[in-house]
């Protein structure tokens, strides 16, 4: 199972469900703030935000919430000042990881970020350091019930996506960057809202784990991912169906 794919599946290790909710809920603000800052406040004519506002209802945040963070990020105090930022650097055996973060404080965030890659077993690097190693896509994700494993290739393909991998899980449609919203659209259009639509960064290559090396990992990505300025974490490991169950026990 790829490390992009990975945090999905033991969530048990998170604490409280209702902590868990309210931080991916300040998580999808935060999006939605600078989305609607850095575009127009109408969702129709802003692909960015209306991805975040899509994101945002499909994680069952009421449409009373996602307004009011769309006035507030226009208002005249103009809401909070995120920054974007990234952050690179490796965990233990060597494993590349890729930390993105919307912050009102780019030192506290730096200082956190080194903090939980040196008490883990990993080092943050410079810009740069390992992202050579991804590539950036976007990718659009349906439940399988939504069209055949043909239909969703097909419109896929005429919609200008690269590929779709379809399984009994879903279909996954990854497409250049630069055509996503443009893609993600015309599958709207097609089959209705996606289940879950953004750019991530994919590893052209994996490093394989073991149980002691994956554990590790997951409880760097854990720390970072508990960080209310980190919105994403990518990283380029996999670990076995035996390992994962281990794990989850």
Same mark, same amino acid.
């Given at each position: ?33 600078? !989305? ?6 109408? &969702? #129709? *004519?802003?692909?960015?935000?209306? @991805?975040?506002?899509? +994101? %945002? ?77 991804? !590539? ?6 349906? &439940? #399988? *019930?939504?069209?055949?494993?043909? @239909?969703?290739?097909? +419109? %896929? ?87 994962? *169950?281990?794990?989850?026990?």
């Amino acid at each position: 199972m790829a490390g992009h794919s990975q945090f999905k599946n033991i969530m048990h290790r998170k604490g409280a469900q209702d902590a868990k909710r309210a931080r991916a809920f300040a998580k999808l603000i935060r999006e939605i703030t600078v !989305s609607a800052k850095q575009g127009l406040p109408d &969702p #129709a *004519a802003n692909p960015r935000l209306r @991805a975040a506002v899509g +994101a %945002a209802l499909k994680a069952n945040m009421t449409r009373d919430t996602v307004d009011r963070a769309i006035k507030k990020a226009t208002g005249v105090a103009g809401g909070e000042d995120y920054a974007e930022v990234r952050y690179e650097g490796y965990g233990p055996s060597g494993v590349a990881l890729i930390v993105e973060a919307l912050t009102d404080n780019r030192n506290r965030t730096a200082s956190d970020v080194r903090s939980a890659f040196a008490k883990h077993g990993g080092a943050l690097g410079e810009t740069n350091s390992v992202s050579f190693m991804f !590539s950036r896509l976007g990718v659009v994700r349906y &439940p #399988a *019930a939504v069209a055949s494993e043909d @239909a969703m290739l097909e +419109a %896929a393909i005429e919609a200008g996506a690269d590929d779709v991998a379809s399984s009994a899980d879903g279909h996954e449609v990854t497409v250049p960057m630069g055509d996503f919203f443009a893609v993600r659209d015309a599958l709207e259009q097609r089959f209705g809202s996606p289940e879950a639509a953004k750019v991530e960064w994919r590893p052209a290559t994996s490093v394989n784990l073991n149980e002691d090396t994956a554990r590790s990992i997951m409880k760097l990505i854990d720390v970072l991912e508990d960080n209310d300025d980190v919105q994403n974490v990518y990283a380029n490991f996999e670990v076995s169906e035996d390992v994962l *169950a281990k794990l989850s026990a």
